[in-house]
C-alpha cells in the first residue's frame, strides 16, 4: 500500500507541475503578441476606408476589419509572410495581426477582382516609437473623407 500511495503522489505532483508549466507558456505567448497599434478598415462594395493608412510603430499591428458591403470581403496584407483575414460575411467583422517592419505595403481584397475594382492601397509602417495606435482607429473608423496620420 505505501507504494501505491507514494506512485499515487508522484503522478499527482507530475501532472500539476505539468499545468503549471503550460500555463506560463500561454501567458508567454499573450505577452509577446501585443499589438503595436490596431488600424480599423471598414471594406464596402468596392473600396477600403481608409485606402491608405499610416502606424507610427513598427511590430505587431492588429487589424479590426468590418465588412460593410453586401458581398463577401477580405484583407490582405502583402508582407512577407503575407497575413490575411479570414472572409468576412456581408455586415460582419473580424480582427488579425502581422508583424511588420518599417515599410510600405500593399493591402488589398484578395477575393474575386475586388483589387481591380478599387479595393487596394497601402499601408505605411513608419520606424518611430509614437504612441499614435489611437490616432489610426479613431481616424480609420471616421467614416468620412481622406483620413490624415
Known sequence: MPLCSRR???????????????????????SSAEAAATVDVSETDFALEPQDATVDES??????????????????????????????????????????????YKWYCPIANHEDLGMVGTL???????????????SGSSGGGSPSY
Open 8 to 30: 499515487a503522489s508522484l503522478a499527482a505532483l507530475a501532472a500539476a507541475t505539468a499545468l503549471a508549466v503550460a500555463g506560463c507558456g500561454g501567458d508567454e505567448e499573450s
Open 59 to 104: 511590430g505587431v499591428i492588429e487589424f479590426a476589419v468590418t465588412n460593410d458591403g453586401e458581398t463577401d470581403h477580405a484583407l490582405e496584407i502583402e508582407a512577407d509572410p503575407e497575413a490575411v483575414s479570414d472572409t468576412i460575411a456581408a455586415g460582419e467583422s473580424t480582427t488579425f495581426t502581422a508583424e511588420l517592419d518599417p515599410g510600405d
Open 124 to 138: 505605411t509602417v513608419a520606424e518611430g516609437s509614437g504612441a499614435s495606435s489611437g490616432e489610426s482607429e479613431d
